[in-house]
């Protein structure tokens, strides 16, 4: 019996809100996005005695990095593979995705991890209510990947501030009688929340046709 081709990609939606993307890539694919790049770094050597573009594979191709070489094209070939699977499972991802290999040998299929994020679906309460109230009532998960990304925009933040003090991120740490993880972990939960509501504010504006941010928390602030 032959064994059937995995599919181009698959989709999974883990319970964290994350979206990841399994891509699987032909052999076949890797082998001539590397030729491509071989040939790229081809056209653009000079060696003694030829004329740029001139010479010959046969001495070129022993002077590459293969490791570096099959990266330059990768990095031509995942992309356009990734669009494509966003494209065939109709996705509008949030953020760039995160990619990795799970698996890659030559002659074989190859196979990448991409963990990216949709905007998390807020489904609010029938009956709105001002906002503090209505956080409790709604349901939403941020994705994980999305807490990530904006803990670590409001570390960098911090880090950023301290070096402008003067102070460094230890000195912080120690007036705070904080561990770089609970600091990190205190980033996150703030994160979180401060998603939640901005995603609420967002659904309740599209609900509601309100032209902006502050009169829909105006809005709100005048329910009872």
Not at 56 to 77: C, F, I, M, Y
Not at 149 to 172: C, F, I, K, M, P
Not at 209 to 220: F, G, S, W
Request: glycine fraction near 4%; charge should be positive; include cysteine.
């Amino acid at each position: 019996m032959t064994k059937s081709s995995p599919p181009p990609s698959s989709l999974s939606r883990p319970l964290n809100g994350n979206l990841e993307l399994t891509l699987t890539i032909p052999w076949s694919r890797v082998h001539s996005a590397y030729e491509s790049a071989v040939a790229e770094t081809v056209a653009d050597t000079e060696l003694p005695g030829f004329r740029k573009s001139k010479a010959p594979r046969s001495l070129v191709e022993p002077k590459l990095d293969r490791n570096q070489t099959l990266s330059h094209a990768l990095g031509h070939l995942i992309p356009k593979e990734y669009e494509a699977a966003v494209k065939k499972h109709a996705l509008k991802p949030l953020l760039h995705p995160q990619i990795k290999i799970v698996s890659g040998k030559e002659g074989e299929d190859w196979v990448f991890r991409a963990v990216t994020c949709e905007a998390p679906k807020v489904t609010l309460p029938k009956k709105l209510l001002p906002l503090d109230k209505l956080i409790e009532a709604c349901k939403i998960l941020i994705p994980d990947l999305l807490v990530e990304e904006e803990a670590n925009h409001r570390l960098a933040g911090l880090v950023e501030n301290l070096t402008q003090l003067g102070t460094s991120v230890d000195q912080y740490l120690s007036t705070k009688k904080l561990t770089a993880e609970e600091l990190k972990a205190q980033m996150a939960k703030q994160a979180r929340e401060d998603l939640s509501v901005e995603f609420i504010l967002l659904e309740v504006q599209k609900l509601k046709k309100l032209p902006d941010r502050a009169q829909t928390l105006e809005y709100l602030k005048s329910l009872v």
